[in-house]
C-alpha cells in the first residue's frame, strides 16, 4: 500500500482544513461549509480516486495540482462534471480512461473520467 500525507496536503491548499479518514474514504474538511467544502479521497489498491473537490478559494487547477504534487500513486478523477475540473485534469498530463464503480450509474459523464499516471506500468 502506498502512503499520502493528506496533512500536508491539506496545509497547502488551506490550514484551516481537517483530515477525517473513515475506512478507505479520506475528508480533507473545511470547519466553516457555507464558505467552502470539502475533498473527499478513496485509496483503492491501484490508484488514489479524488471524488470530489468542492474547495471553492482556489482553482481546480491549484487544488489539483497540488495534491498530484505529494502523490506517488496514479490518480483517478471520475466521473467530471464541469470545464473547470476537465481542463485541470488535462492541463496536469491526465488522461481519459474508463472508470466504473458501484451505485454511480446517477453520475455525470458529460467529461468523461481521467486518469494522471504516476506509477510506471511495471511498479506495484
Not at 502512503?3 to 482544513?17: M, S
Not at 473513515?22 to 470547519?31: G, K, R, S, T, W
Not at 471524488?51 to 471520475?78: C, G, Q, R
Request: aromatic share 12%; hydrophobic share 40%; with cysteine.
Amino acid at each position: 500500500m502506498y502512503i499520502v500525507d493528506y496533512e500536508k496536503i491539506a496545509i497547502e491548499i488551506d490550514p484551516e482544513l481537517l483530515v477525517h479518514r473513515e475506512d478507505d474514504f479520506v475528508y480533507l474538511l473545511y470547519p466553516n461549509p457555507p464558505k467552502n467544502s470539502n475533498i473527499l479521497f478513496q485509496e483503492t489498491e491501484q490508484a488514489l480516486i479524488v471524488w470530489s473537490n468542492e474547495y471553492k478559494t482556489k482553482s481546480m487547477l491549484e487544488v489539483l495540482s497540488t495534491i498530484a504534487m505529494h502523490v506517488d500513486v496514479d490518480i483517478i478523477f471520475p466521473f467530471l462534471e464541469t470545464e473547470e475540473e476537465y481542463q485541470a485534469v488535462i492541463a496536469l498530463g491526465a488522461v481519459p480512461t474508463e472508470f466504473e464503480a458501484e451505485c454511480c450509474e446517477d453520475l455525470c459523464r458529460d467529461f468523461g473520467s481521467f486518469i494522471l499516471k504516476k506509477r510506471k506500468n511495471n511498479e506495484i
